[in-house]
């Protein structure tokens, strides 16, 4: 029972590893805005942005276009062994004069 206990209690700890690491792919892909490339992508298109290099961990973001001023920028974290763990988070952005901002009402939203 105590190395089921202990197993469990790695994964759990895995797991929260995730989120810090998901956020940072969003922040990242906020930070590095390309007004001009994000107004060129059609509503519905959706395209990945890059990676986070960190340790024992897979971490990417993607930008999906909802309509003229709206975007929906996702990041994804996975463990890099097993159990396969993953933690996705999505932020609503509205661009406003080629400034990316988060809307207001509730912006950020954790991901199945």
Same mark, same amino acid.
């Given at each position: &029972?105590?190395?089921? &206990?202990?197993?469990? #209690? ?19 892909? /906020?930070?590095? =805005? %390309? $007004? ?21 961990? #897979?971490? $990417?973001? =993607? /930008?999906?276009?909802? $309509? %003229? ?5 996702? *990041? ?7 159990? &396969?763990?993953?933690?996705?988070? *999505? ?5 406003? %004069? ?6 207001? #009402?509730?912006? =950020?939203?954790?991901?199945?």
């Amino acid at each position: &029972m105590t190395r089921r &206990m202990a197993a469990a #209690q790695r994964v759990v700890e895995a797991g929260a590893a995730l989120e810090p690491v998901a956020e940072r792919a969003v922040v990242e892909a /906020i930070a590095a =805005w %390309d $007004s001009a490339a994000a107004s060129g992508h059609l509503v519905g298109v959706t395209r990945a942005v890059g990676t986070v290099p960190v340790t024992g961990v #897979q971490a $990417s973001a =993607w /930008i999906t276009r909802l $309509s %003229d001023r709206t975007y929906w920028v996702v *990041g994804e974290a996975s463990t890099a062994h097993k159990p &396969m763990l993953y933690r996705r988070l *999505g932020a609503l952005v509205l661009v406003t %004069d080629g400034l990316p901002q988060l809307v207001r #009402q509730r912006a =950020w939203a954790e991901l199945p």
